[in-house]
């Protein structure tokens, strides 16, 4: 599985931001996909997830009722839509494919795609 994530960038607070991730390449362990997130200095975290078959959606606490999680079966894409950023949201954003044990329960999924930088500044 090939996941390529773009949509980053420099934003103000409160502000908004659309990140996606094209996954293409093997398809059998893409039950779903997420994203997960990196501050500096601090261990990777999980955001949000989404299955391609359903579309049940899961989000961290931190980002519920700001992040969604949605999908384009179509076009093998996820997006993760921000709203109303605070600064404590920068951080480098990852996605993830994966089944749904790895994404959600073990937050441990196999594959990764490259970074994308979300700065917030207030």
């Known amino acids: 599985v090939q996941l390529q994530a773009s949509g980053g960038g420099l934003v103000q607070a409160g502000d908004s931001l659309r990140l996606s991730c094209v996954a293409s390449g093997r398809t059998f362990s893409r039950d779903g996909m997420g994203w997960f997130r990196q501050a500096p200095g601090k261990e990777r975290e999980f955001v949000a997830a989404i299955m391609w078959s359903g579309g049940s959606t899961w989000y961290a606490d931190s980002v519920k009722g700001r992040f969604t999680i949605s999908r384009d079966d179509a076009e093998n894409t996820v997006y993760l839509q921000m709203n109303s950023l605070k600064p404590e949201d920068t951080a480098v954003y990852y996605c993830?494919?994966?089944?749904?044990?790895?994404?959600?329960?073990?937050?441990?999924?196999?594959?990764w795609g490259r970074g994308t930088l979300v700065t917030v500044s207030s």
């Open positions: 993830a494919a994966d089944n749904v044990h790895n994404l959600v329960v073990r937050k441990s999924p196999r594959y």
